[in-house]
């Protein structure tokens, strides 16, 4: 596969999210055959069995722009020592219903930042589970908690100095996964 389309969940809604911010700048360390897109997550309705049968146009479109992926890029904060209700919630609708699962398959990396210095690690550790049940593979190293401090972004937006090498390194991993796993 020449092209690699790579949908992209952040589990906060924040305006000034350092998640958000991580899931822009970190795109620009992957090569030219990775395209990234940040799937709105925001609209949908509360997960609720009862839908499953006339799906809103909302979960429509995100199952459709997850099976039109190569890959999923999570990239997360940690609420309560766990996922986010948002990202969670838009788990289990491109899940459902039963045996239409459009996660199934595709190769994963998560990645998160927080001003705790490993403020994710919780959060990841949940949603790998979450995951598995899913049958998303999963990238298992380097794991990537990442401390949002002065100087993690550069004035460009783009990943600061002192915080490239590991996120290329992360993101040269990440694209070998997504080859090495890609349908």
Known sequence: MSQYQIAVLVGSLRRDSFNRKLATAIVRLAPSAFSFKQL????????????????????????????????????????NRSIP?????????ASRPYGQNAWAGKPAGLLGASVGAVGT?????????????????????????????EGLFDADGGIGADSRQFLQSWMDKYVAWVKAHAG
């Open 40 to 79: 709105r997550i925001d609209d949908l309705p509360l997960y609720n069995q009862d839908d499953d049968a006339n799906q809103a146009v909302a979960v429509k479109r995100l199952k459709s722009e997850v099976a039109a992926s190569q890959g999923l890029l999570f990239v997360t904060a940690e609420y």
């Open 85 to 93: 209700g948002v990202l969670k919630n838009a788990i289990d609708h």
């Open 121 to 149: 690690a919780l959060a990841q550790q949940h949603l790998r589970n979450v995951l598995a049940y899913l049958d998303v593979p999963t990238l298992g190293q380097p794991e990537a908690f990442i401390h949002a401090k």
